[in-house]
């Protein structure tokens, strides 16, 4: 097959898209992340956890990860334990963990 070569040459370049509606992988949480956040969505207010479900603190990586991408937002600071980061969902982190 043959394209006219008029109207290739002034036709707008090509944006690589992919051929479905996914979003791209480096957008999407991790495991780990989206266990965390799904956690929030019973609580009160979308309290995120401090511990998983095995009693162990939740990683640092995780929770620092959610708050950069926009999914967690700091709540307030621990009194006891001022190393604590007591955080809960954004309604971009709500829409991801209730949708994923």
């Not at 992340?33 to 511990?51: I, M, W």
């Not at 479900?53 to 334990?81: H, M, T, Y």
């Amino acid at each position: 097959m043959f394209a006219d070569q008029d109207k290739a040459l002034s036709a707008p370049e090509a944006v690589p898209r992919a051929l479905n509606d996914n979003q791209r992988e480096a957008d999407l949480p991790t495991l780990p992340e989206l266990f965390y956040l799904r956690r929030g969505l019973a609580q009160p207010g979308g309290k995120l956890p401090l511990f998983d479900l095995d009693g162990q603190a939740i990683a640092g990586e995780v929770v620092r990860s959610c708050l950069k991408r926009g999914w967690a937002e700091p709540w307030f600071a621990n009194p006891l334990k001022p190393g604590w980061l007591v955080c809960k969902l954004t309604e971009a982190g709500r829409r991801l963990a209730a949708s994923a």
